[in-house]
């Protein structure tokens, strides 16, 4: 069974920094493209950032472009996002799902979300 | 980025009824080399991660019962949930990925009347 298991949110100041880590099982990860999709409280879903299965390719949005960076280490089957100068509007609980077969493809399955909360 | 745009926003359909579901795109998002539309679609239950429902416009996940079906091509998609039932109450999600600029429809709630 494919597993998600996302970890690392908390509350964070303004200008501050968090990491977020996924860790992934029941698939060869390393086979799979893989994309964090955040959802801000009582709002709709927002793609944020999705990684090509060896790591050499990666997509951001245009509201975390230059401030997140996502990466990915096969060797653990973990997903990470990095995110930096962060802001209150990135308020949001933060999916991680696979891609379901190649990049362009729908996101199947999704994990339980870890909650991040920017205030002062 | 392909804007997704779902209507109505809020649906109220009694208990075995058909709701029905639009969602438009900015631009197609029929893929003209393989004839296939890159359009999913998602149900999100309170305090639950988005599941798959469907993909490919029309083809429905493994597990999700036949009363839900998709429909549509280019620009226009629909959502068909035919006899509702009490667990279907959710918030349901288009998106597009024909382009790695991801988008997804602002989504719509579905109530039981």
């Known amino acids: 069974e494919v597993q998600l298991l996302e970890s690392g949110g908390g509350l964070v100041q303004p200008g501050g920094s968090l990491r977020l880590f996924c860790a992934a099982s029941g698939f060869t990860f390393n086979s799979y493209a893989m994309s964090w999709v955040r959802q801000a409280p009582g709002k709709g879903l927002e793609w944020v950032s999705t990684?090509?299965?060896?790591?050499?390719?990666?997509y951001y949005a245009g509201s975390v472009k230059g401030r997140f960076t996502i990466s990915r280490d096969n060797s653990n089957n973990t997903l990470y996002l990095q995110m930096n100068s962060l802001r209150a509007e990135d308020t949001a609980v933060y999916y991680c799902?696979?891609?379901?077969?190649?990049?362009?493809?729908?996101?199947?399955?999704w994990g339980q979300g870890t909650l991040v909360t920017v205030s002062s | 980025d392909i804007v997704m745009t779902q209507s109505p926003d809020s649906l109220a359909v009694s208990l075995g009824e058909r709701a029905t579901i639009n969602c438009k795109s900015s631009q197609s998002v029929l893929y003209s080399s393989n004839n296939k539309n890159y359009l999913a679609w998602y149900r999100q239950k309170p305090g639950q991660p988005p599941k798959l429902l469907i993909y490919?416009?029309?083809t429905r996940e493994s597990g999700v019962p036949d009363r839900f079906s998709g429909s549509g091509s280019g620009t226009d998609f629909t959502l068909t949930i035919t006899s509702l039932q009490a667990e279907d109450v959710a918030v349901y999600y288009c998106q597009q990925y024909y382009t790695t600029s991801y988008t997804f429809g602002q989504g719509t709630k579905l109530e039981i009347k």
């Open positions: 490919w416009a029309s």
């Open positions: 990684i090509g299965d060896s790591g050499g390719s990666t």
């Open positions: 799902a696979k891609v379901a077969y190649q990049l362009l493809n729908w996101f199947d399955p």
